[in-house]
């Protein structure tokens, strides 16, 4: 049966886009069920047809826990089989983590466990790292300290800013998480307690996806 994909998006879209093309070439067997927004002008938003679109502003809500209550009887209703942040730039709370844990995939653009959070470019250049990169991983209610999936790396170069780094991994990126999300729609993919199970074996160390797209222990 195909996938059913719920995306949880803040912004630009890129990683959203990635994943609905992937559909429309035949090599992700999934379907996006609906789109999610904290930012009712989101570009991601406009990716797909309207009666596919949910936002609300947060501040419209008396708190955060009325607005997610209400943000997630609205993924729960277009019946996921996972949820993926893709630049869903606000913190997900324990009620909305619990009713997906197991399902809810986040892309973060550091080498985790570094930089949590954000400005992850900068931080990297700041700390001098030679190499940079992405990561898939379970959400948990502690920020993007989930059990990590899968990583790619991209070099820092002399003479890098932020933007040039952030530009070099997004392609990266968008690769990665399909990879990640092939293994989901190929039922490859579980998260059971603190472990991440791929192809029904306990994952030690992230996958990391090499020059050829492939995810490689
Ligand atoms: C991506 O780089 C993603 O890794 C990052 O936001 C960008 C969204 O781009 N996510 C985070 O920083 C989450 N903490 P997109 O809207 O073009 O997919």
Redesign the pocket.
Same mark, same amino acid.
């Given at each position: 049966m195909t996938t059913r994909i719920a995306v949880l998006?803040?912004?630009? #879209?890129?990683?959203?886009?990635a994943i609905l093309q992937a559909i429309a070439d035949g090599t992700l067997d999934a379907e996006v069920v609906g789109v999610f927004s904290d930012k009712p002008n989101a570009p991601?938003l406009k990716q797909v047809t309207p009666e596919r679109r949910w936002s609300a502003r947060p501040s419209a809500f008396p708190d955060r826990a009325a607005y997610e209550t209400v943000l997630s009887d609205a993924v729960a209703a277009a019946s996921p089989d996972w949820i993926v942040?893709? #630049?869903?730039?606000r913190i997900l709370g324990d009620a909305f983590i619990a009713r997906f844990r197991g399902r809810l995939l986040?892309?973060?653009?550091s080498l985790l466990p570094k930089y949590r959070?954000?400005h992850?470019h900068a931080r990297a250049l700041e700390a001098g790292d030679a190499e940079h990169g992405?990561s898939v991983h379970f959400v948990i209610p502690e920020l993007?300290a989930g059990s990590v999936i899968a990583q790619v790396r991209v070099p820092t170069l002399a003479g890098d800013t932020p933007e040039t780094l952030?530009a070099r991994?997004?392609p990266r990126?968008h690769a990665l998480l399909l990879a990640v999300l092939r293994l989901a729609a190929a039922g490859q993919l579980a998260e059971q307690g603190d472990v991440t199970r791929c192809h029904g074996q306990p994952l030690l160390n992230p996958l990391s996806l090499d020059s050829a797209d492939r995810l490689v222990s």
């Open positions: 998006a803040s912004g630009r #879209g890129s990683n959203l886009q991601a942040c893709a #630049g869903y730039m986040n892309i973060h653009p959070g954000l992850t992405a993007d952030a991994l997004l990126e």
